[in-house]
């Protein structure tokens, strides 16, 4: 196994650690794709879910190698929600239980 990808931002819930972690290193559970590395992990450490929705995207964003996707940079709590928002500003509400989004907005 690799090194364990250095984690930006962490926000511990009762389902486990909401994480959002560095893209640009390695994952010992292999391979992600650009738009999931934010991940709810068990308190144990296991992966309950990878944010998920943005392959359904409207905004088009290549799904393949070398311009794959648009990589979550943030991660906020307001209102009694989360939400992230990716490289190029787009804000996307997170289900906290599956780990689906919801288009919220854009902001940089």
Not at 61 to 87: I, Q, S
Request: hydrophobic share 35%; proline share 6%; net charge neutral.
């Amino acid at each position: 196994m690799g090194p364990k990808p250095e984690i930006r931002q962490e926000y511990d819930t009762l389902l486990g650690r909401l994480v959002l972690f560095a893209y640009d290193q390695t994952f010992e559970q292999g391979p992600v794709k650009p738009w999931e590395n934010v991940q709810m992990l068990s308190h144990e450490g296991s992966v309950i879910w990878k944010i998920n929705g943005l392959e359904r995207s409207r905004f088009g964003w290549p799904k393949t190698a070398p311009k794959a996707g648009d990589t979550f940079v943030g991660l906020h709590f307001r209102n009694e929600k989360f939400y992230a928002n990716t490289f190029s500003g787009h804000i996307f509400e997170i289900c906290i239980e599956t780990g689906e989004t919801s288009y919220h907005g854009f902001g940089k």
